[in-house]
């Protein structure tokens, strides 16, 4: 079973907190390349500040030494508001030989129960859920009932399943790079360098 994992989210900026957890879990699963998915307009969260096209060119220049990392464009082409479900169904048509593996966190995995047909979502794939060694998942919401029912060990099947994951969760995020970048403190070792760069020239997230 030829698998593909697939990282979505703003990634308004990427940076080291999306990009070695993402290689943990293809090593740990075997996964045999890793698809950036950022999306067009986040039906959960605030709108991002850098466009789509200055975002796709960071996750571009972010994974550039990583060739088996791609960057896919599915949601910002299709645009108007990103639904997981709609996504993997047509990345389903792509690969049609290979199954898909959707990468969350815990704390994003905590509210899976609100996401739009999340039923329809493990129809289409698995799930990797990433935590920290030794961090519980989450098992008192209702996503916790939707992950003992779908947990698994190992991933046999090309979907239906939920892994979890223990990788190097990185205390970094978009709004603590953002809140540096307004004060006009230097990020480095926060996210790569040609990002660093890519924002220095856009003069992006200069305001909050």
């Known amino acids: ?23 943990e879990v293809q090593q740990q699963l075997g996964l ?21 096209k200055q975002r796709c060119e960071m996750i571009e220049s972010a994974i550039q030494s990583q060739p088996t990392f791609a960057l896919e464009t ?8 990103s639904y997981m479900v709609e ?3 047509a990345l389903k048509q792509r690969f049609k ?3 898909s593996v959707l990468m969350m966190g815990s704390d994003a995995f905590a509210t899976f129960h609100t996401w739009h047909d999340w039923a329809g979502i493990l129809t289409l794939a698995n799930i990797a859920v990433m935590h920290r060694p030794n961090e519980p998942i ?28 223990a990788v190097t969760q990185l205390d970094i995020s978009s709004t603590l790079i953002k ?15 040609p990002v660093i760069k890519m924002i220095e020239h856009h003069g992006l997230y200069q305001t909050i």
Do not use: W
């Open 1 to 23: 079973m030829t698998l593909i994992g697939i990282n979505g989210g703003t990634f308004d900026p990427i940076h080291y907190g999306h990009l070695r957890p993402a290689l």
């Open 32 to 52: 045999q390349q890793v698809l950036f998915v950022p999306c067009y307009q986040p039906v959960h969260r605030s709108q991002p500040q850098a466009s789509a």
């Open 74 to 81: 599915i949601e910002i082409d299709r645009a108007g508001s």
């Open 87 to 89: 996504t993997l169904a």
């Open 97 to 99: 030989h290979e199954s």
């Open 138 to 165: 989450p098992i008192t919401c209702e996503s916790g009932d939707i992950y003992q029912t779908h947990q698994v060990h190992k991933l046999t099947k090309p979907a239906g399943q939920i892994v979890e994951v």
């Open 179 to 193: 809140e540096h970048l307004k004060r006009g403190d230097a990020v480095d070792y926060l996210l790569p360098p």
